[in-house]
């Protein structure tokens, strides 16, 4: 397969090649920025918009799901369609999105428009990544442009934080959404002037638009069943009608991977075993992070009386913390090797979500709640590392592409689904202390039901980085990670 690329002079390329990483690295700061930024506006929409408990957790799943679900689809157009062009319609989508966003008078409007953000950010990041692969070249320059693109990432959620609960507060959380269009009207303009066209001529030309559908709509099918499940009852036959399915979908979804010429997914490709394993860990981990995220930042504002802002402050520790794991975790790996510190990760992290759920009570207090964050973020930052090495070494050149996006899909459907059971579990919790409960109407004894819930997801997510754990301590062997060489002190790329 032949890679077409203008013709740039060495001097102009060293001129402009650095402007091109500032102009993909600005969108995908907006990209990461949006994951997060609205969860700490999560209460302030609930109340403006009249959203139930189950409706609300949409918000992020709208845009988690579509993301996850077309990801992998957005790096193949990018690669035959031509890179920046995928790009520059990536960024319009998300922006108009997020207009649509902002104007929003309704929960069903802001969710389907979350999803088309989803739809934008697949286009986008995938694109931006191929980008900084066809202007970099391989060896330390390109090194040193993904480390920038994996700092611009971390810093994007960590920031994201601090400025929703900043415009949530001073403005309105519409300003979370108003944000991007500023910065996506600069992106693409910039995009036009100085990022240069690519793409792969390859003698498959098929985008696999079946394969994307099914895939996304299945997992969209399944997330609605669980958050309806609590409400139709686990073993109605309306929720085995839905998952039913959902299943359906999924399974021709992989039909239509096993006859598609060039498919979205080569499933061949997990018979790697190191692959497999570390896509599901990766499934499991993300579940309890997002579902962390979530919950805590509806226990500091709903339970403890943050407002926005301070919301947003307090989880600044827990950014810091993951990447202060990060950076340990990649000293580490080289003198201990990528499975042990994994596991070290999913332990300490396990050992926080546990605190977490201990720590939530209705009289809780900020520095109970840090003893359960420090040790989860310090072990996120542990396993996020070791686990992409693991996951994206040891493939063929032409694989590269795929075991990246696979391992990305993971992270963002594994999120999606572990936040949809842990949100389920958390409700029916919730309605079940209700129930029992003298006087339901005060307001001690509602706030005693959503910390009854926040304690079950808690435990639900410590759940699946148990899961986790157990995958990588009796499935990985020592051969699989032999292909994985890393010196001490050497820098790794983050996962984007």
Avoid at 111 to 139: K, W, Y
Avoid at 171 to 182: E, G, K, M, R
Avoid at 324 to 348: C, D, E, H, N, Y
């Amino acid at each position: 397969m032949s890679e077409t690329a203008p013709a740039t002079p060495t001097a102009a390329r060293n001129a402009s090649h650095w402007l091109v990483l500032v102009v993909v690295c600005f969108a995908q700061f907006m990209v990461v920025l949006d994951a997060t930024i609205v969860n700490v506006a999560l209460p302030s929409i609930q109340e403006d918009l009249n959203l139930s408990p189950a409706n609300l957790q949409w918000i992020v799943n709208a845009y988690t799901l579509v993301f996850g679900g077309f990801l992998l689809l957005g790096g193949r157009l990018a690669d035959l369609v031509g890179r920046r062009l995928i790009f520059i319609v990536g960024t319009l989508v998300f922006a108009t999105a997020s207009a649509v966003n902002a104007l929003a008078s309704t929960g069903e409007m802001l969710i389907v428009a979350r999803g088309f953000q989803g739809l934008g950010g697949a286009l986008i990041s995938p694109a931006a990544l191929s980008i900084i692969t066809v202007n970099f070249v391989e060896g330390p320059e390109r090194t040193k442009a993904l480390s920038i693109w994996g700092a611009i990432a971390a810093g994007g959620a960590a920031f994201g934080l601090l400025l929703g609960g900043l415009l949530t507060e001073q403005l309105s959380w519409q300003w979370n959404f108003i944000v991007n269009l500023p910065v996506g009207i600069l992106v693409i303009l910039a995009a036009l002037r100085w990022v240069p066209e690519s793409r792969h001529e390859g003698e498959h030309r098929h985008f696999d638009v079946a394969g994307a559908t099914t895939v996304t709509s299945g997992l969209m099918v399944l997330v609605y069943a669980i958050v309806k499940a609590p409400e139709w009852g686990w073993g109605s036959a309306t929720t085995l009608l839905w998952v039913g399915g959902a299943l359906a979908l999924l399974a021709a979804f992989i039909a239509i991977e096993l006859r598609s010429p060039a498919p979205l997914v080569r499933l061949s490709f997990f018979k790697m075993r190191w692959i497999t394993v570390a896509n599901l860990t990766m499934f499991a981990v993300a579940g309890g992070m997002f579902s962390m995220f979530y919950f805590a930042s509806l226990y500091v504002q709903q339970i403890m009386g943050f407002g926005p802002l301070k919301a947003g402050l307090a989880f600044l520790p827990v950014s810091l913390g993951i990447m202060f794991g990060a950076g340990m975790s990649q000293q580490s790996i080289g003198r201990i090797g990528v499975k042990p510190v994994s596991m070290i990760g999913m332990t300490l992290t396990t050992i926080g979500l546990i605190v977490m759920a201990v720590t939530t009570q209705t009289d809780g207090t900020y520095p109970q709640m840090l003893m359960g964050l420090l040790p989860m973020a310090l072990g996120m930052g542990m396993t996020f590392v070791p686990m992409t090495l693991v996951a994206t070494a040891g493939v063929d050149e032409a694989d590269a592409g795929l075991a990246s996006g696979t391992f990305n899909t993971s992270q963002q459907v594994g999120g999606a689904l572990g936040l949809a059971i842990l949100a389920s579990i958390a409700t029916e919790y919730t309605a079940n202390f209700l129930e029992t409960a003298e006087n339901v109407k005060s307001t001690a004894t509602h706030n005693a039901a959503l910390v009854e819930g926040f304690q079950a997801a808690f435990i639900g997510g410590a759940g699946l980085m148990l899961f986790g754990l157990v995958l990588i301590a009796t499935m990985l062997r020592r051969e699989d990670v032999s292909h994985v060489h890393v010196e001490a002190g050497e820098p790794v790329p983050a996962a984007a």
